[in-house]
């Protein structure tokens, strides 16, 4: 299994303030178990920038799994 659902507000707050903070090094992505793409946030910075905005906007709509 590679993605976790985020199912729980608790889960879903700690991986916003996760994202929010450390985005740009995946962190969040670790934390929820999407182990290969957070490797790929942390050389690329996030994909320089476009995803950890994009994951913003998916936590916070509940559309990141």
Do not use: E
């Not at 290969?36 to 509940?62: N, V």
């Amino acid at each position: 299994m590679n993605a976790i659902s985020i199912q729980s507000p608790k889960d879903k707050k700690t991986a916003l303030i996760l994202c929010i903070f450390f985005g740009y090094f995946g962190l969040h992505r670790f934390y929820v178990g999407k182990v290969k793409s957070g490797f790929q946030y942390m050389f690329t910075f996030g994909f320089f920038g476009l995803g950890w905005i994009m994951d913003i906007i998916l936590i916070l709509t509940g559309s990141f799994t």
